[in-house]
């Protein structure tokens, strides 16, 4: 089988994309709205871009079943205030954070809707949400706009804190069993990684 994207819909695009680029990290993104309530979000189009300094990227279109074709909130959010923190989610928060994937009224503080506890960032506004294992507070570097129509922001920002929470450290290691991530797949499929293989690099 061959898939031409210039033969498909978007639609169908993304679901080969997110078919085919598995499993993706998810960042659970926390941003200050207009009013000063927090917002958070969760988007799989996420990926590291650099250690010098330490520079991560994530990807936000806009919306498309409130105010259709507006930026969403996360993007808005960053756009005009420079901060965000990305959380790593764990299978323990994967509902809550399922939960703030829907797309709320412009305004709607989502800790607050699925019960979230927040805790203070120390550089920058947004609370970090204080049950998840792994915390990073961001400073946004470029926004690069992407596609056509609608568009999507490619959002470059560089890591400025991690929080890290002490019992995930196994002789100053990360142990990924404790941190128990998971990561997106198609649709509504996700996947743990506690399925895991270790498989050094040739020297």
Not at 26 to 48: K, Q
Not at 57 to 67: A, G, L, N, W
Request: glycine share 8%; aromatic share 6%.
């Amino acid at each position: 089988m061959k898939v031409d994207p210039r033969a498909i819909s978007p639609d169908a695009a993304y679901f080969w994309m997110t078919a085919t680029i598995v499993p993706r990290p998810i960042a659970w993104v926390s941003t200050l709205n207009e009013d000063g309530s927090a917002n958070l979000a969760p988007f799989s189009f996420f990926t590291g871009a650099s250690s010098n300094p330490p520079t991560l990227i994530i990807c936000v279109s806009r919306k498309t079943k409130i105010e259709v074709g507006q930026k969403k909130d996360t993007w808005a959010n960053i756009e005009r205030t420079g901060e965000y923190v990305i959380h790593v989610v764990p299978e323990a928060l994967a509902q809550s954070m399922n939960a703030t994937s829907k797309e709320y009224p412009r305004g709607t503080d989502e800790l607050e809707v699925v019960g979230l506890a927040k805790a203070p960032s120390e550089r920058v506004g947004p609370p970090r949400v204080a049950e998840a294992p792994v915390a990073m507070e961001c400073r946004l570097l470029r926004i690069v706009e992407v596609g056509t129509g609608a568009g999507t922001a490619i959002i470059i920002g560089e890591i400025l804190l991690w929080h890290v929470r002490d019992d995930l450290l196994v002789g100053g290691r990360m142990d990924f069993g404790r941190l128990d991530a998971v990561g997106r797949l198609g649709g509504a499929v996700y996947a743990r990684t506690r399925d895991r293989f270790d498989m050094p690099r040739p020297k």
